[in-house]
């Protein structure tokens, strides 16, 4: 096969997101989805939150037919990405969206102020359904994908705990992370690789390797990364963060006050709540309340269990990892460095012109 083959007009070209859903979807990383989701599918996760076969499923993974020419139910069509033939769909549905419906079904809004929302209103009205593969030639080698560690052993993370970031670790974090330590559980760190990180996801593992050397917390920790377009989908993309680590086998996963949401788009605890409604998965939920800091001693504490007894006015601080972000572009080492480990803003100060090099 000439993976370098011409791409022909009628076949189909996949963005970055697509071909990460392709891979996953290859991987059985999407189950119950087998395939990019056909009209019937499509419908009964918008309206109902399951597929067409009762499982609950809270995203509809689409696959976008960029060009205007014609396609042909039952064919099959070869996937491109980066000009390489990188697998095929048969095509078994071929359809529009009601973009309003899917919008707000899946984002809680119609408004293009939410970047996804603006991308759904930007992409043509035209997608195909059916089953799909990814040739083994393009599957992901990264060492620390978290499916080539599962692929060996299927039972490599049954007991683990996984917390899932595409931040650095700060006060915030670690105060979670000494929660899972405390339950007597394995804590797995999980890096979240997309287009859209804020942060190199190198730096972000090398930053979690530093600590398994330094603090004793993190010394029997694992480390891997997964890909996933972030979609800032709140709870429903929380639900579809759950079913991934389920088919991987861990053993519970950790969701905080506004796990994948994007500004004020979803209620405050509104992606821990999704689970109460949604229960099918064997996957436990550790949640956790909103990580807090106090202004004048600087202790960190969750959201209605205050641990200090400064007595001031203000409301206490929330730990913010875009705001650290951007307190280390803007060099305000004093702010940022409150909120972080001193061996994380070592590591950050030691990579500082990495972290401002990145654009994500």
């Not at 760190?189 to 004793?216: A, G, T, W």
């Amino acid at each position: 096969m000439n993976s370098k083959a011409k791409i022909e007009s009628n076949e189909i070209i996949l963005t970055t997101s697509e071909f990460i859903n392709s891979i996953n979807i290859t991987c059985g990383l999407y189950k119950p989805l087998n395939g990019f989701c056909k009209f019937n599918n499509y419908k009964s996760i918008i309206r109902r939150k399951k597929t067409n076969f009762e499982k609950n499923w809270t995203i509809p993974i689409l696959l976008n037919l960029k060009n205007k020419k014609n396609y042909t139910l039952g064919s099959r069509y070869y996937l491109f990405y980066k000009k390489n033939k990188v697998g095929f769909i048969n095509a078994e549905s071929i359809f529009k969206i009601d973009k309003q419906k899917y919008c707000k079904s899946v984002f809680n809004t119609n408004s293009l102020k939410h970047p996804s929302v603006k991308e759904i209103h930007t992409n043509s009205n035209s997608f195909i359904g059916g089953k799909i593969k990814i040739f083994e030639k393009y599957l992901i080698k990264d060492k620390y994908f978290a499916y080539n560690y599962f692929k060996k052993n299927k039972f490599y993370f049954s007991n683990s705990v996984v917390f899932s970031t595409r931040n650095i670790c700060h006060l915030g974090h670690q105060l979670m992370h000494e929660k899972v330590t405390k339950m007597k559980k394995n804590l797995t760190v999980c890096i979240i690789q997309s287009e859209k990180n804020k942060f190199d996801p190198k730096l972000i593992i090398n930053s979690y390797k530093h600590l398994r050397k330094k603090k004793k917390l993190y010394k029997e920790i694992k480390i891997i990364k997964i890909f996933l377009p972030s979609l800032m989908a709140g709870p429903n993309e929380a639900y579809m963060q759950a079913a991934y680590f389920d088919n991987l086998n861990f053993n519970s996963f950790i969701i905080g006050r506004d796990h994948a949401g994007y500004k004020n788009f979803f209620n405050k605890y509104e992606s821990q709540n999704i689970f109460k409604k949604l229960n099918r998965l064997r996957i436990k939920i550790t949640k956790t309340r909103e990580p807090l800091m106090c202004h004048k001693c600087l202790s960190v504490f969750f959201e209605n269990k205050k641990n200090c007894k400064c007595i001031i006015k203000k409301l206490p601080h929330t730990i913010n990892g875009n705001l650290i972000k951007k307190y280390l572009l803007t060099n305000k080492k004093k702010a940022v460095k409150k909120f972080l480990d001193p061996e994380i803003y070592e590591f950050c100060m030691k990579n500082l012109a990495a972290i401002k090099k990145f654009k994500g």
